[in-house]
């Protein structure tokens, strides 16, 4: 199932003209970075067939390598200009509420040892009705 992209519109109250700038951004990182996780891919057979065939060396082995790194440079160069760009276009109010997601991101994987300690309160109970 994909992703609801109108929750984050939702959730940092982005206007219209931001939402379509943000999915304009994603389209383009996402046709930069597909032929480059092609590469990747295609590299990455490469490399386990010539260490399966025996005939691999150091050298052709690390150009190989090499080639991959650059091409994980390049989407990490890509992915960082996107958010930036991203960042550029938001009010404050906006960008707090980013910086919150991005702390949240970075907790999420301890978050659950804190719940079972008891150091996290439980979420509040839905509305009556």
Same mark, same amino acid.
């Given at each position: =199932? $994909?992703?609801?992209?109108?929750? &984050? *519109? /939702?959730?940092?109250?982005?206007?219209?003209?931001?939402? %379509?700038?943000?999915?304009?951004? =994603?389209?383009?990182? %996402?046709?930069? &970075?597909? $032929? =480059? #996780?092609?590469?990747?891919?295609?590299?990455? =057979?490469?490399? #386990?067939?010539?260490?399966?065939?025996?005939?691999?060396?150091?050298?052709?082995? +690390?150009?190989?390598?090499? !080639?991959?790194?650059?091409?994980?440079? %390049?989407?990490?160069?890509?992915?960082? /200009? *996107?958010?930036?760009?991203?960042?550029?276009?938001?009010? !404050? %109010?906006?960008?707090?509420?980013?910086?919150?997601?991005?702390?949240?991101?970075? &907790?999420? $994987?301890?978050?659950?040892?804190? !719940?079972?300690? +008891?150091?996290?309160?439980?979420? $509040?109970?839905?509305?009556?009705?």
């Amino acid at each position: =199932r $994909p992703p609801d992209f109108m929750k &984050v *519109k /939702q959730f940092l109250n982005l206007t219209d003209a931001q939402f %379509e700038k943000l999915m304009e951004l =994603r389209q383009n990182f %996402e046709r930069f &970075v597909r $032929p =480059r #996780h092609e590469a990747l891919a295609q590299l990455d =057979r490469q490399l #386990h067939q010539s260490l399966a065939s025996g005939q691999a060396t150091a050298a052709s082995a +690390g150009e190989i390598i090499l !080639k991959q790194h650059t091409l994980r440079q %390049e989407i990490a160069a890509a992915n960082a /200009q *996107k958010f930036q760009a991203f960042m550029g276009m938001l009010e !404050k %109010e906006q960008a707090d509420k980013m910086g919150a997601i991005r702390m949240a991101a970075l &907790v999420e $994987p301890i978050f659950d040892a804190f !719940k079972h300690l +008891g150091l996290v309160p439980p979420p $509040p109970p839905p509305p009556q009705k």
